[in-house]
């Protein structure tokens, strides 16, 4: 979920451009500057020179990350580089295309990928809540191999409007034009025990998953909200949508978020990152105001196939099975919902099971509802979420 909030443009782009005149800039104070907020965003670079080249600058051997892991540019060229207020700015940049090894014999192979107004705080200043901040990003593919094939590919990725004014609302937007996954290539740590599940797949007609992704972001720091919206598709399958707001998102948390998700990242042992996580992040997001959320699920066969697949295991026709999860709904969520709620579930289930075209659950909570108090009632009195959530359920509705 983090992740959802930040990279919508708030782990990069909380800082204002000033329109102040433009000043020649030193080419070592910028690749100084550069490395050192990078460094705090976690990255390992090393730039070998740093020269100026009219109102460029060129940056020489560039190394990225450690060890075996570590991979390099021969040069990356900064183009129009000025001072502006207390920023460098750079008009632009264009990583060259490359490959970088993985773990477990994976590659990822990127192509060349294109940033837009680049921005330094020259000095450190507390009071700036991401002194390092990027306008736009551009990338034509990007894709994951085993010595087996292309596990993964992504294409036409894309973000834009992340620049942040503390005077005016930020509208950030993302998308992945395509993506095609390889369901039956073996990948991850894991590779063995899925086996049966990549069978799964094959069996529903899903050997490869293909479809597109996209999303958007605003924030009113004059007001604390902040609303998100993402959608995926899943071709000959369904897609799957999710809106919401949050309050009392003001620029103070978010500098305080912005500061435990750094200290997160540092982390490298994954039991100790949860553990910083829960600690250190989880306080802070429950804060947060929720005013409303929304999942809608839109199918595109993805149902029946389930269901067709289920029914044959279990010797019994799509019809019946269809009816008796209908059924089955109500009296599973009796003990934790109100009879009425119960209900309303399973007639809506049975209305998409008899012609899957759409699913959709909100919630719009009780004002002043923070995600921690809702945390804290899914561990200590779940039976209460529904009075608080305000959830509704409805099937095959506009």
């Given at each position: 979920?983090?992740?959802?909030?930040?990279?919508?443009?708030?782990?990069?782009?909380?800082?204002?451009?000033?329109?102040?005149?433009?000043?020649?800039?030193?080419?070592?104070?910028?690749?100084?500057?550069?490395?050192?907020?990078?460094?705090?965003?976690?990255?390992?670079?090393?730039?070998?020179?740093?020269?100026?080249?009219?109102?460029?600058?060129?940056?020489?051997?560039?190394?990225?990350?450690?060890?075996?892991?570590?991979?390099?540019?021969?040069?990356?060229?900064?183009?129009?580089?000025?001072?502006?207020?207390?920023?460098?700015?750079?008009?632009?940049?264009?990583?060259?295309?490359?490959?970088?090894?993985?773990?477990?014999?994976?590659?990822?192979?990127?192509?060349?990928?294109?940033?837009?107004?680049?921005?330094?705080?020259?000095?450190?200043?507390?009071?700036?809540?991401?002194?390092?901040?990027?306008?736009?990003?551009?990338?034509?593919?990007?894709?994951?191999?085993?010595?087996?094939?292309?596990?993964?590919?992504?294409?036409?990725?894309?973000?834009?409007?992340?620049?942040?004014?503390?005077?005016?609302?930020?509208?950030?937007?993302?998308?992945?034009?395509?993506?095609?996954?390889?369901?039956?290539?073996?990948?991850?740590?894991?590779?063995?025990?899925?086996?049966?599940?990549?069978?799964?797949?094959?069996?529903?007609?899903?050997s490869t998953i293909k479809g597109r992704g996209e999303g958007s972001g605003?924030?009113?720091?004059?007001?604390?909200?902040?609303s998100f919206a993402q959608r995926m598709e899943f071709t000959d399958a369904?897609?799957?949508?999710?809106?919401?707001?949050?309050?009392?998102?003001?620029?103070?948390?978010?500098?305080?978020?912005?500061?435990?998700?750094?200290?997160?990242?540092?982390?490298?042992?994954?039991?100790?990152?949860?553990?910083?996580?829960?600690?250190?992040?989880?306080?802070?997001?429950?804060?947060?105001?929720?005013?409303?959320?929304?999942?809608?699920?839109?199918?595109?066969?993805?149902?029946?196939?389930?269901?067709?697949?289920?029914?044959?295991?279990?010797?019994?026709?799509?019809?019946?099975?269809?009816?008796?999860?209908?059924?089955?709904?109500?009296?599973?969520?009796?003990?934790?919902?109100?009879?009425?709620?119960?209900?309303?579930?399973?007639?809506?289930?049975?209305?998409?099971?008899?012609?899957?075209?759409?699913?959709?659950?909100?919630?719009?909570?009780?004002?002043?509802?923070?995600?921690?108090?809702?945390?804290?009632?899914?561990?200590?009195?779940?039976?209460?979420?529904?009075?608080?959530?305000?959830?509704?359920?409805?099937?095959?509705?506009?």
């Open positions: 979920m983090r992740h959802i909030l930040l990279t919508a443009g708030l782990s990069l782009a909380f800082a204002p451009v000033l329109a102040l005149p433009a000043w020649a800039v030193d080419a070592q104070a910028v690749s100084d500057r550069l490395v050192e907020l990078l460094d705090e965003e976690g990255f390992d670079v090393e730039i070998g020179s740093a020269t100026e080249d009219g109102d460029d600058v060129v940056l020489g051997d560039v190394r990225f990350g450690e060890g075996d892991k570590q991979f390099s540019y021969d040069e990356i060229r900064l183009e129009n580089v000025s001072e502006q207020g207390d920023y460098f700015l750079i008009e632009r940049t264009e990583l060259p295309a490359k490959t970088v090894d993985m773990d477990d014999n994976a590659k990822m192979d990127l192509s060349s990928i294109s940033l837009e107004k680049l921005q330094l705080l020259r000095q450190d200043d507390p009071e700036h809540i991401t002194p390092l901040q990027l306008d736009a990003f551009q990338m034509e593919r990007m894709s994951i191999s085993v010595p087996a094939g292309e596990f993964l590919v992504l294409e036409d990725l894309a973000g834009a409007g992340m620049t942040y004014d503390p005077e005016k609302p930020m509208e950030a937007t993302g998308s992945v034009g395509s993506f095609v996954l390889d369901t039956q290539i073996p990948f991850g740590p894991n590779k063995d025990e899925s086996a049966a599940m990549r069978k799964q797949l094959a069996d529903l007609g899903y605003r924030y009113d720091p004059q007001s604390g909200v902040m369904a897609s799957l949508q999710f809106e919401g707001e949050v309050s009392a998102a003001t620029p103070e948390l978010m500098r305080e978020l912005q500061k435990a998700d750094r200290k997160v990242s540092r982390i490298d042992d994954i039991e100790k990152q949860n553990k910083a996580m829960i600690e250190d992040l989880a306080p802070l997001y429950g804060q947060l105001v929720l005013e409303t959320f929304s999942l809608r699920l839109e199918d595109a066969s993805l149902t029946n196939k389930l269901i067709g697949i289920a029914a044959e295991r279990q010797n019994a026709a799509p019809e019946q099975l269809k009816l008796q999860m209908a059924m089955m709904a109500p009296a599973l969520l009796a003990s934790y919902v109100p009879a009425e709620l119960a209900q309303k579930v399973g007639e809506a289930l049975q209305t998409y099971l008899n012609d899957p075209q759409s699913l959709s659950i909100t919630i719009e909570p009780k004002d002043g509802t923070t995600i921690g108090q809702i945390s804290d009632m899914v561990r200590s009195n779940p039976k209460e979420l529904p009075a608080v959530l305000n959830p509704d359920i409805t099937a095959n509705q506009d």
